[in-house]
């Protein structure tokens, strides 16, 4: 009975291997050309003004929101101009959203990771928050100039 379970198995596994080995001896032709196929993307950028200072945006893991220069100083004051905001979205509980005059860019609530926005700051107050927890997941700064 034991040779016979070990013969059907033997003669499974020579089955499946010539199954697997099946496909002949021809190449497979490759696949005709019929001409070139060109493909533009257009891209339009409504906030940036050739951005050149980097701001850092952080949101998470815990219930902390921050923005700070490329340096890692808070952000209380900046002088009109052009911006790069990277944001660190470390939870997905959370979003980093940044309004004020002429800006509204944020990240998802239910991812994390990174992301950047290029943006034209202009004289005013800006707001950073966590939209689901905006009470106490907040900050905001001045623009002058």
Same mark, same amino acid.
């Given at each position: 009975?034991?040779?016979?379970?070990?013969?059907?198995?033997?003669?499974?596994?020579?089955?499946?291997?010539?199954?697997?080995? %099946?496909?002949?001896?021809?190449?497979?032709? $490759? $696949?005709?050309?019929?001409?070139?196929?060109?493909?533009? &993307?257009?891209?339009?950028?409504?906030?940036?003004?050739?951005?050149?200072?980097? !701001?850092? +945006?952080?949101?998470?893991?815990?219930?902390?929101?921050?923005? &700070?220069?490329?340096?890692?100083?808070?952000?209380?004051?900046? $002088?009109?101009?052009? /911006?790069? !905001?990277?944001? #660190? #979205?470390?939870? =997905?509980?959370?979003?980093?959203? !940044?309004? @004020?005059? @002429?800006?509204?860019?944020?990240?998802?609530?239910?991812?994390?990771? &990174?992301?950047?926005? =290029?943006? =034209? !700051?202009?004289? +005013?107050? /800006?707001?950073?928050? %966590?939209?689901?927890?905006? +009470?106490?997941?907040? @900050?905001?700064?001045?623009?002058?100039?």
């Amino acid at each position: 009975m034991k040779g016979t379970r070990i013969a059907v198995v033997v003669a499974f596994a020579v089955a499946a291997i010539a199954v697997a080995g %099946c496909g002949g001896d021809e190449e497979a032709a $490759p $696949p005709e050309t019929t001409g070139t196929e060109t493909t533009v &993307t257009e891209t339009t950028d409504t906030t940036t003004s050739g951005a050149t200072t980097v !701001l850092r +945006g952080t949101v998470g893991p815990g219930f902390t929101i921050s923005l &700070t220069t490329e340096d890692g100083q808070p952000v209380e004051t900046l $002088p009109a101009g052009g /911006y790069t !905001l990277f944001t #660190d #979205d470390k939870s =997905d509980i959370h979003n980093f959203h !940044l309004t @004020g005059e @002429g800006v509204d860019v944020t990240t998802d609530v239910s991812g994390s990771g &990174t992301d950047s926005f =290029d943006l =034209d !700051l202009t004289s +005013g107050t /800006y707001t950073f928050v %966590c939209d689901p927890h905006a +009470g106490s997941m907040n @900050g905001s700064f001045e623009v002058s100039g």
